[in-house]
């Protein structure tokens, strides 16, 4: 019972970092230039919150490029992330990734 | 079993809504005059989401004038923010909320 | 002297005003539903800022729906979005636009 | 005449950056571990765009460890915050600031 209860809090906490990632950082300014430092500091911002784990966030390059203004950068947007967090809360650990789904043309959150 | 994971992934998208909430949101400009707007806005982003059948926001008022610049305005806090958010999958429902905690002074999220 | 100096002001305040709108809304859940309330909303915090005289909102409904996931909604595009913001300081006042400019595949802010 | 114009417009452009990296990231998690990282990638983000010539961020450490949350980390505030920037379009240039103003209770920025 409190084991169970405990793998729905590390669900849920695992849920509110995926959420707040996306809508903190979405919109950011981002070029091949600084794109490595911006990773890094999304998984920090990960890092530093209640339960993580282990973060882990990759900006697709390909799209970044696809994606470049005339004025060599871009706001980051939904299609280029990825990223995985892994939450435990006490022996219980959950994994959750986000990744554009580009069927449902949605930044789709899953636990795996 | 199956229920089980539904209610885990109730749990997930319960999180990923009040994770989006307030990292969207915190630093709008908001007054007295706009602040019931900003509360049905974000209400409705929450509603927007998959599986939420309720939601609801409050802005602490008093907080509010608490903080208010001279300019009339303030940028919205943690510290004035009340969200309550309910998610169903299937038959699982869960209900979830974000408050201010003094003493942690932090903007707690819980499944209630 | 002095009215050039509150020219520039006018400017530097009229700057201040879009690239906040951009970078506060920019991911925000956006729908058919909801999306005056969602202009409504900017307009007002465009207009609580110091020295604002007139804020306009427009989110483009074709690009709203070609943007659509299958959850019905979508996160707000530099695509879809126009603004209109007048500043006054003092007698200067000036315009300035937010719009989204497909050749530079930039949202382009400019004095108009 | 040309000169009031380009002088016009980078005041409009000091504005714009400072605006986006108020609004962008308010809000983000950051620790005295991560402080750092979090100022060095808003520099690069106002350093991408256009007409930047030099960006500092800096974020108040004793403000930070005062607003520590029970978790070891905080959200963003804009107590916490100075910005400075450089716009230079063709021979103007324009600095402008982003400070804290105590008595005002407002993250003011000014042209400088």
């Not at 906490?13 to 911006?38: D, R």
Request: hydrophobic share 40%; proline share 3%; aromatic share 8%.
């Amino acid at each position: 019972m409190a084991g169970k209860k405990k793998r729905e809090e590390a669900c849920f906490e695992a849920g509110i970092k995926l959420g707040a990632l996306f809508h903190q950082f979405i919109g950011i300014p981002v070029s091949m230039e600084n794109v490595e430092l911006v990773e890094r500091v999304m998984e920090s911002c990960m890092k530093l919150q209640p339960y993580v784990s282990f973060s882990k966030v990759r900006i697709d390059r390909k799209k970044l490029k696809k994606s470049m203004s005339e004025f060599g950068y871009t706001s980051l947007e939904g299609e280029m992330l990825y990223a995985e967090v892994v939450v435990r809360v006490d022996e219980e650990e959950v994994r959750a990734i986000l990744r554009w789904d580009e069927e449902k043309k949605y930044p789709l959150m899953s636990l795996i």
